[in-house]
């Protein structure tokens, strides 16, 4: 039996691996060992330049990156199980890196789109205190592209003194500096007046104790959860008329970091407001800019349908 049967057998006796999945296998390595053929190689005796040499041909023939990382799986398990079963005194595929996968941009909103949401914090709450409290929420959260986490379990002492700035604990304990925008400060005033008019009620009718945090909440962790804000930002994006699968959070965190960069903003700046460690993280907005401005050329450009 050669290795390759020997192999899926293994698959399917040990790890129980679908007739789909053993097919797939099949179909790879019998690729990989028709290139070794035709050369006068052999599976068992390939060296990691020759499995190298295999990929470098797929690429060549045009396979997609996705085809090309799925044949090194299955080459990789092969030559793994040989060493394991000692069929092999070495593994060739072991330090063989596979096919980048490609970045997918991520998603973000217009400005028409963000303008609609904040137009729906202010009116959807059935409450003034629901909309002042989702007025502030949203307009924090476009202002400085906080992370959801970061802007729920704010304390409520950043927000006093109508500041120009707001102290930010991002990931591992790391603080950083973000500017406020004055319709950010607005609401947030609005907002803390009205917070603390009810706490000082809570305290005097039902002796509540004060909380540290600026969207206190009587669940355990003290304030607002992201969970609970996934949900309302989804609910502010079907009343603005905008479709809820397209919004959350983290897609105005987006937006906040491309419409910055759309108006000629210092790719270092965003960078240390978004709070990223690698400004290659932050780079990958400079892609949807790009992306967007060919939309834009592609959609309204005069000659583009011609």
């Not at 006796?13 to 789909?20: F, I, P, Q, T, V």
């Not at 190298?52 to 997609?64: Q, R, S, T």
């Not at 929420?137 to 002492?157: D, H, K, N």
């Not at 500041?163 to 990931?171: A, C, E, I, N, Y």
Request: aromatic fraction near 4%; glycine fraction near 6%; include cysteine.
């Amino acid at each position: 039996m050669n290795w390759v049967d020997l192999f899926l057998e293994a698959q399917a006796a040990e790890r129980g691996a679908a007739l789909n999945s053993l097919q797939a296998y099949r179909r790879d390595l019998d690729a990989f060992a028709a290139h070794l053929i035709h050369r006068n190689l052999a599976i068992d005796t390939a060296t990691r330049t020759q499995i190298e040499g295999f990929l470098i041909a797929c690429e060549a023939k045009g396979l997609a990156a996705s085809t090309r990382a799925r044949r090194l799986s299955a080459i990789r398990g092969l030559y793994r199980f040989a060493h394991e079963e000692g069929l092999r005194d070495d593994d060739p595929a072991i330090r063989i890196t596979g096919p980048q996968k490609p970045k997918s941009l991520p998603k973000t909103l217009s400005e028409a789109d963000v303008d609609a949401l904040l137009g729906a914090a202010e009116d959807m709450g059935k409450t003034e205190a629901e909309k002042l409290r989702d007025t502030c929420l949203m307009q924090l959260l476009y202002a400085t592209g906080m992370r959801v986490s970061e802007l729920v379990a704010l304390p409520v002492a950043t927000a006093r003194g109508d500041p120009r700035m707001l102290l930010v604990r991002g990931k591992g304990g790391k603080e950083r500096m973000v500017p406020l925008s004055p319709a950010a400060r607005d609401a947030m005033a609005h907002w803390l007046r009205h917070r603390d008019r009810a706490e000082a009620q809570a305290r005097t009718t039902k002796g509540t104790p004060a909380s540290a945090h600026l969207f206190p909440s009587r669940g355990k962790a003290g304030h607002l959860t992201r969970v609970w804000f996934h949900s309302r930002i989804k609910a502010l994006a079907a009343f603005a008329g905008l479709n809820p699968d397209g919004v959350s959070p983290h897609v105005l965190r987006h937006a906040f970091a491309t419409h910055l960069l759309a108006g000629g903003a210092d790719l270092r700046a965003i960078q240390t407001m978004l709070g990223h460690a690698d400004i290659s993280t932050t780079e990958i907005y400079t892609h949807v800019l790009e992306t967007r401005l060919r939309d834009l050329v592609l959609t309204h450009h005069p000659l583009a349908t011609e």
